[in-house]
């Protein structure tokens, strides 16, 4: 059995973490990719959590890593609450669809709730998620502010039942909106890698521009 590891990201790791999640992300989504960008100005930012940014080894070996932001989410009222988000969450393409990424984000979600959080939205692909204990935005009426309920965007109960029906809007941390330009300039200066097509590029333009119906709708139509 190999040796694993879970341990937090020290300032040596940085730039591994960043080729990881280079070689994890390239081509994926897009031709090339920016999320190694994002982990590069991700840690200085105000809404970085060093505390839940995770590194695994495997046999002495760093494969992957998953980081937090402070997230927000706000009610009809105006109430706020502060919540989390992560990503990227990688493990190198060698390392996967073994169990590792799993592990990892195990690990975060106890020490998340360990910190006094309670619920976790992100954006990605429901068929990795739903098995972590995922469900749809819809499902705890958590919407973007256009009111929309985007299939790619789950929640995660850290704390059972902190959801009661209100309606919440989710904000991301500004940190997310990355400058195109600088993540450009950024993959330029690391090792060439081959810019090309994939089709999970298409299953993932058709997540990310897919919506859950408003349930008032979906309810009327039966």
């Known amino acids: 059995m190999p040796k694993i590891t879970i341990r937090n990201e020290v300032e040596e790791d940085f730039s591994i973490v960043e080729e990881i999640t280079r070689r994890a992300f390239y081509n994926q989504h897009v031709p090339g990719c920016n999320e190694h960008y994002l982990v590069h100005v991700m840690r200085s930012h105000e809404d970085f959590l060093p505390e839940l940014e995770f590194v695994m080894e495997v046999d002495d070996k760093l494969i992957g890593n998953i980081m937090y932001t402070k997230a927000m989410l706000v009610d009809e009222s105006g109430k706020e609450k502060q919540i989390l988000t992560f990503g990227p969450v990688c493990i190198l393409p060698e390392h996967q669809r073994v169990g590792y990424g799993k592990k990892l984000m195990q690990h975060s979600f106890k020490q998340a709730v360990n910190l006094d959080y309670d ?104």
């Open 119 to 222: 619920a976790i939205v992100i954006f990605g692909d429901p068929d990795n998620y739903v098995g972590l204990g995922f469900v749809s935005c819809q499902k705890h009426n958590i919407c973007l502010e256009t009111g929309q309920f985007p299939v790619a965007m789950l929640v995660k109960e850290l704390k059972p039942g902190i959801f009661d029906g209100r309606k919440w809007i989710y904000y991301d941390s500004p940190v997310m909106q990355i400058d195109e330009e600088a993540a450009k300039r950024f993959d330029d200066s690391q090792a060439p890698l081959e810019k090309k097509w994939m089709p999970s590029q298409e299953e993932f333009y058709i997540f990310s521009h897919s919506f859950v119906q408003a349930k008032e709708n979906s309810e009327g139509a039966r």
